[in-house]
């Protein structure tokens, strides 16, 4: 268990449609960062989050957005979604301070949009 | 921008075999690099790190090298098992706390 909560585990929705997903961070961790795992993609990064505010911005689509509440939990919502947005969506925590040296994975959040 | 390259695809040694995963990396700051394996169902997980050059990761028999002068950190180990299965992907941390993945390699040991 790495500390990490993401939920929903599992979502199906129709094209077109929004959703959100959560994500609680390890206790303490103030960074959070979104990825997106497609079939032979890899881990995509989508954006990171440091104590409430945007850090780093990947490749992450103008229909794509994120935010980091003052408790530290995330949610990135996704919306006009497509076909091509099935993928699973993990998030990540770290300590952020200097060189962390680690990424706390939840276990992340499989979309499939039909 | 900072990158990571790495074996692309499926690896398929026996058990036994020794394994050698190629990881090279691009930037311009000081990384760290890691290792993280991705068993099937679960998220990431961190394998092995160095933190600097020169610094060796070890873990469970695997081990790699911090090369600076070839940028590289490829994963290595003499003997596999079945048990090492998974999805290996190579990574680096930035001095922005960003963390860049290459695409993963899927480890299959034949029994």
């Known amino acids: 268990d790495s500390g990490v909560t993401q939920t929903p585990k599992h979502l199906i929705t129709a094209t077109g449609q929004r959703v959100t997903l959560r994500c609680s961070p390890r206790?303490?961790?103030?960074?959070v960062y979104w990825y997106q795992q497609s079939l032979d993609q890899g881990l995509q990064f989508l954006i990171q989050y440091y104590n409430g505010e945007e850090r780093a911005k990947g490749n992450i689509l103008e229909r794509f957005s994120a935010q980091q509440f003052p408790d530290l939990h995330s949610e990135l919502n996704l919306s006009s979604l497509e076909l091509g947005d099935s993928a699973l969506y993990f998030c990540?925590?770290?300590?952020?301070?200097?060189?962390?040296?680690?990424?706390?994975f939840g276990e992340g959040s499989r979309l499939t949009v039909l | 921008g900072d990158s990571v390259v790495q074996t692309e695809g499926q690896v398929l040694p026996s058990e036994g075999d020794s394994l050698i995963v190629n990881c090279s990396y691009e930037?311009?700051?000081?990384?760290?690099l890691f290792w993280y394996v991705q068993y099937p169902g679960e998220g990431p997980q961190l394998h092995l790190k160095a933190m600097k050059a020169n610094d060796k990761g070890r873990n469970k028999g695997f081990e790699a090298m911090y090369r600076k002068e070839t940028t590289s950190f490829h994963l290595e180990k003499d003997s596999v098992q079945e048990s090492d299965s998974a999805v290996y992907f190579c990574a680096l941390e930035n001095t922005g706390n960003q963390f860049y993945f290459g695409t993963g390699t899927s480890l299959t040991v034949i029994p």
């Open positions: 930037t311009t700051q000081y990384p760290s």
């Open positions: 206790s303490g961790d103030l960074s």
């Open positions: 990540a925590s770290s300590v952020d301070s200097g060189l962390s040296g680690e990424l706390f």
